[in-house]
RNA sequence: GCGCAGGUGGUAGAGUGGUCAAUUACAACAGACUGUAAAUCUGUCGGCUUCGGCCUACGAAGGUUCAAAUCCUUCCCUGCGCACCA
């Protein structure tokens, strides 16, 4: 019976969409059927953010009903490297880099998979089967789909219709992906709503391929009400590796519109719960003090009670009542340092110019007096340098 | 292969010989106000600087000119149309 709970709780709570339908994967848990699921990460960089950790409880859930989780390493399309995506500019990486990443990423993900144990969560890298497969094993995956069914995909849409070039080997992207489900004979992916179609090639090579089911559970994105402004959220994003302070803070910069999704997607306060607060922010309560407790959760999760409540006095006595904080960035310096310099090299600015900015806007202090020269040398050591409102650095 | 239209800063997108480090919008950053929210207002927004300037940048390389993002040549790339269609 409470069985029968969890499970719907697992196939609702921060649910976008299922297919083929959230009964269809129901039934299979109810069953008990032993399910093999996954997610997959491209390792682009060192760390993991809140987008990962969304997906990953998702899948935390399905470990706990005794599924089978494979957390599966993109390293054969970061290696790759996508010479269209002009935005990210990402550098091709080394298989060392690559592998120095997903060591980390196990690391981050254990905050919610179990690795160890009877029923462990698995590690696996797609270029273990991507690499080996030659032009003939391609082609024939590529005749699987149609190019309209490709064109279905809204960037390529819109692509088509502004003019803009779509490369062949854009079209390959989602057919590697898919692939990945028919190599690991996996029952079901879950993903954020972003990767919906790239998790459907998937589906649709199962079936073609192994006549098999495979399910996709798309997981909202976090956005605010409207469910359109992500906005400002890039630039606060989480990554899993941000202190407990650095999170919470974080999370207190986000839009309030934000602060319900992030709830249901990021914490375990339970639905009840967040109804109730909903209620007492339309009643007149200060929605800053509902969102301190989702800076709580949020921080808790990753760091434990008792540092997400020192997390929450630090923030306090720096934001609220404009105090230092008690821990900051130390950096090292010497007396007679050009202090731009120091900043620069450190890379807390991103140029001398840039601190002559920061320096005329007033954006700069030491020990709370504002500094007016942007070429003031370091006069002596054990202050706090503050930038802005949020840098603070200690200079010893 | 031929023809036409294009390639500009993080993005979108002006500019077609000097007044262009490049209009504007968005993003970003800072200041004011706040709840490190939103909205709003103000400022900044290539690098270096002895604050006089200097250097690097408008797809790439050459050239014309006192002077080029802007003109010419070649090359590379994109879109569209035509041709090709085994």
Known sequence: MENKEQINDVITRGVENIYPSADFLRA????????????????????????????????????????????????????????????????????????????????????????????????????????????????????????????????FENRMKEGRPIFLHEFMYPL?????????????????????????????????????????????????????????????????????????????????????????LCTNVDAEEIEKMKAEVSGGKNPRDIKMRLAYEIARIYYGDSKAKKAEKEFVKTFQKKETPDEMEEIKVNVGDLLADVLVVRGFVKSKSDFRRLVEEGAVTIDGEKISDFQIKIEKTNVVLKIGKKRFIKLI
């Open 176 to 264: 590697m992906q898919g692939y990945d489900s028919v190599a690991m004979d996996v029952d079901g992916e879950v993903g954020g709503n972003d990767q919906t179609f790239n998790m459907l090639v998937g589906r649709n090579l199962l079936k073609e391929l192994k006549n098999k089911e495979k399910f996709v559970l798309t997981m909202k994105l976090l956005t605010d009400n409207s469910g359109t402004k992500m906005g400002k959220t890039e630039g606060n994003m989480l990554s899993l590796i941000d202190d407990a302070n650095m999170m919470y803070g974080k999370v207190m910069a986000w839009e309030d519109s934000l602060m319900w999704n992030a709830f249901v």
């Open 28 to 155: 299979k848990l109810e069953r008990g059927e032993k399910l093999t699921i996954y997610l997959g990460i491209d390792p682009t960089g060192p760390t993991l953010h809140l987008g990962h950790a969304i997906a990953l409880k998702k899948l935390s859930e399905f470990q706990a009903l005794g599924c089978k989780i494979i957390m599966l390493i993109g390293d054969f399309t970061a290696m790759i490297g996508d010479p269209t995506d002009k935005k990210a500019t990402r550098k091709q990486l080394t298989r060392e880099e690559v592998l120095n990443n997903c060591k980390l990423y196990k690391k981050q993900a254990s905050v919610f998979l179990n690795f160890k144990g009877d029923n462990p969560a698995e590690l696996k890298y797609n270029s273990k089967w991507l690499a080996k497969m030659n032009f003939e094993d391609v082609l024939n995956l590529a005749s699987k789909m149609t190019v309209s069914q490709m064109l279905e995909r809204d960037m």
